[in-house]
């Protein structure tokens, strides 16, 4: 996985994420809202009570401290916007 920031100012920062086929993005949680934007690649987002796939050109919304995981179909690669402030945080990794 690679997730690496691209822009940051006083209002949102994004991030370019990046998985291969038959990664896994570990649970975790955002402080903020989080707007994706689906670049490559297929995957199915796991929420707490759906679970959505992922394709190239789809966009959603994750609310504020959703847990979620993500398990990569296909090489995968989105954009994300965050609040400045938000921190990423990952649930039981060990």
Do not use: C, W
């Amino acid at each position: 996985m690679e997730m690496k920031e691209i822009h940051a100012n006083a209002s949102y920062k994004v991030f370019s994420v990046s998985l291969a086929k038959g990664e896994e993005m570990p649970r975790h949680y955002a402080s903020s809202d989080a707007f994706l934007v689906i670049r490559q690649g297929k995957a199915v987002l796991k929420l707490q009570e759906r679970e959505v796939v992922l394709e190239s050109g789809a966009t959603i919304a994750i609310p504020a401290n959703e847990p979620h995981s993500l398990h990569i179909l296909e090489d995968f690669a989105a954009t994300v916007v965050l609040a400045a402030d938000a921190q990423i945080n990952f649930i039981n990794v060990q």
